[in-house]
């Protein structure tokens, strides 16, 4: 006879499941009552212990070290082994690498050149690239700006041959060797965040001005994005590939040579894309190191407030622009593995593309010979006489508006923030930063935000810091709010968006420069103005990011929603912009980076502050290590931005936290 165990008997037998306590977390009620006292308290702490909003020290300690820094290069470039056999041979290997492209291109004569590139266009691209390319650059020399695109070209070039030699193999390790790229992600990410004024000053002290210095500068500006998109390019190979290739014996050569560089080959084509964009935005800047090239028409452009002229060559950059992203775009989609149906169809297009590269080849080698090097003079297109005159009436007839307009926001937002955060005492702020901060984004992303902060009052440009901050949070907050106007308007409207696209793609080609002419013609020589050309030059990404944020939302979210009755405004306000969320705080943290390169750029045009400061350390010895301290307080005021804008958003991709049970 069998004996039935009772159930309770086995339950009492089994050791007791232990149940863990949730773990505390901020809950929203919790929020709403401490957040709000913590605002009281610092408001209270703030009236107590403002200051009056000193001046900063022109003999701070940074000052003096960083010019003691550059009269000790100066007395030992010639005599340093550091100098004489490391610095000026890679200045030397630098230059001898830039003339090289440069007599290239120059040997070529225009109409070679042209028909060169035609035929690179169609082998790499297609017919179509090959005709925009043609018209392009046959475009550039009826603006009359031939030799200073053949500059520009030269040096852009350089600087990303340089980039793809050192970014591929880099980014091929950084996936590979998870250490390595671990220790490199903060490098890039802090090369990133530096606006492009804060390369120049440290490239003069070490290589001087010319275009070996430019080069560099562009180099290190524009490689941490070869490197990156190499390196996820080479981390998204995928696994049962390497998996099935070890299995039949291939060797860690074998596999790097035959999978994963092949399979990675169309990531890679567009980390030169990137490159060459970067590098052609930075190429620019650097003339004001005295490199050659379109920057030297626009910074005369500057100094002159010549519209018309900065118009012709800001056109000229950005029809080069779209010439070489178009070529290396479609390279890069040639690259991705074909579909069955069309991989026998492709195949015959390599060989009739290779015969009509070879017919345009060999026309521009006899058009080289007897059409000489320079465009001819008697072929001009230029806009500068009616760009200046269109400028000039509506300077005339809208000054009353822009100086209402100026003095308004002058007056009721730069100014009172401006003066708080002047008065505010350099420990407070570093304790609000890191008490808010971590609230909003965690103290992992707090604390460097804090030693940022606290670095830039030990540089002892405290006042001219919060001066620019000031301006960066008010250009923010417009750049913000146009943009996301703009951006919801795109992803709810796919015929406004497609009439919007172009404007965008020619805004982002755009140099900086450029959107400082128009702003000064209708305001003058002020902060404002650096305000106003910083949200022009910020709102073009601000406005994609938001829309592909919108247009990212769950398809199943938006219908369920519909179904139960929404409207258009409810839609927008109670689903689509929370389920984005993430997608704002990234428009938020490259429009705040973009706001502040450009911020710092109005330092030409009255901004004052620390692009001030920069400026007058490139044109002034003495000042040097004031330019120099200034450099690296933006590099701090960046990355005080942008920690605590990417861990909000790294917060709100977590989700909350969920108790433990």
Known sequence: MTTIMPRVAVVADAPRARVARPRPSWSLPRRRVVVPLLVLATAGVYLTVRTAGAVDTDDAWAFRFFAGLRAWVDAHRDTSPVFLYGVNYLRLGVAVLDNAVHAALAGLGWAGLIAAAGALAVLLAGWRTAMLTVAGLAGCGLLG???????????????????????????????????????????????????TFA??????????????????????????????????????????????????????WQLLGKVRLPLARPSIVLAVNQTIMMALSMVVVTALIDAPGLGQNIVEALERVDV??????????????????????????????????????AAAVPAALAAVGAVLAAVGAVLAGAAGSDFPSGWRLSFAAPVNALTGWVELHSYDATEALKNAVSAGL????????????????????????????????????????????????????????????????????????????????????????????????????????????LFGASRFTAVVAAVIYAVPPVVRLVERGIRDVAPTAVEAALAAGSTPRQLLWKVQLPMARGG?????????????????????VGAGALGYDVVAGFAQREDFGKGLAAGLAIVLLGVLLDRLTQGAGRRIDAGPRRPVT
């Open 145 to 195: 700006l031939w030799p200073e695109t053949v500059d520009t070209l030269a040096l852009t070039l350089t600087a990303v041959l340089l980039a793809v030699l050192i970014g591929v193999p880099l980014g091929m390790l950084c996936a590979r060797v998870p250490p390595i790229g671990a220790a490199l992600r903060p490098v890039l990410d802090a090369m990133q965040i530096m606006p």
């Open 199 to 252: 390369y120049l000053a440290p490239m003069t002290l070490l290589f001087s001005i010319g275009a070996p210095a430019a080069v560099i500068a562009t180099l290190i500006y524009a490689v941490p994005v070869t490197i990156r998109i190499t390196a996820l390019g080479i981390g998204e190979v995928s696994t049962t590939t390497v998996e099935a290739a070890t299995a039949l014996g291939s060797t860690r």
């Open 308 to 345: 018309g002229l900065a118009f012709d060559a800001g056109l000229a950059i950005v029809v080069l622009a779209v010439v070489l992203d178009r070529i290396t775009t479609r390279a890069a989609y040639r690259a991705m593995p074909a579909r069955p149906r069309t991989a026998r169809r």
């Open 414 to 521: 730069l100014d009172p923030l401006q003066n708080v955060l002047v008065t505010t005492p350099w420990w407070l702020f570093v304790l609000v930063v890191l008490v808010f901060g971590s609230l909003a984004s965690g103290l992992r992303a707090a604390a460097p935000a804090a030693l940022a902060a606290a670095g830039v009052a030990a540089l002892g440009l405290w006042q001219h810091a919060m001066q620019t901050l000031a301006t960066v949070l008010v250009a923010t907050a417009a750049t913000m709010l146009c943009g996301v106007l703009l951006g919801v308007r795109c992803a709810r409207h796919d015929r406004f968006a497609r009439a919007v696209r172009p404007l965008l793609d020619a805004a982002q080609t755009m140099p900086s420069f450029v959107y400082l002419l128009p702003a000064v013609a």
């Open 584 to 604: 704002l705080l990234l428009a938020a943290n490259q429009g705040i980076v973009m706001v502040l390169a450009m911020v710092v750029v109005g330092g030409l």
